[in-house]
């Protein structure tokens, strides 16, 4: 059977570790202009991601450094606990296209 998935099935994770908080600004502008929800990692306990809370972005503050893998582990559980379907695993630094999500989708559903 065809499944037909919509964006708000699709999450955003990203993984942060010892960020520039202005730097970071631009990236997560673009995570949030493709998905509808974007959950934050934060392997840096000594930044605070705070200011970047909102309905559409979900903080996670890890209180030392997990590593990458544990990381996106952890990510994946506060997604699924939303009942995501699938996710998106990006780096700190990843810039997407306005369009990014949508030919993700498209290209999933064509398959």
């Known amino acids: 059977m065809r ?14 570790y010892k960020i520039s908080v202005n730097e970071f600004r631009k990236a997560l502008n673009c995570h949030k202009k493709n998905f509808n929800l974007v959950i934050l990692v934060n392997n840096s306990p000594q930044i605070s991601l705070d200011s970047f809370k909102s309905p559409q972005v ?19 559980l506060a997604a699924k606990k939303k009942g995501v379907k699938m996710v998106g695993l990006f780096d700190q630094d990843t810039l997407l296209p306005d ?12 398959y």
């Not at 499944?3 to 942060?16: L, W």
């Not at 979900?58 to 952890?74: E, H, K, P, R």
């Open 3 to 16: 499944t037909n998935y919509k964006p708000t099935d699709v999450c955003s994770i990203i993984v942060t």
């Open 58 to 76: 979900t903080l996670i503050n890890n209180s030392s450094n997990i590593g990458l893998a544990s990381a996106i582990n952890v990510g994946i």
């Open 99 to 110: 369009d990014f999500l949508h030919n993700m989708i498209e290209s999933i559903n064509n």
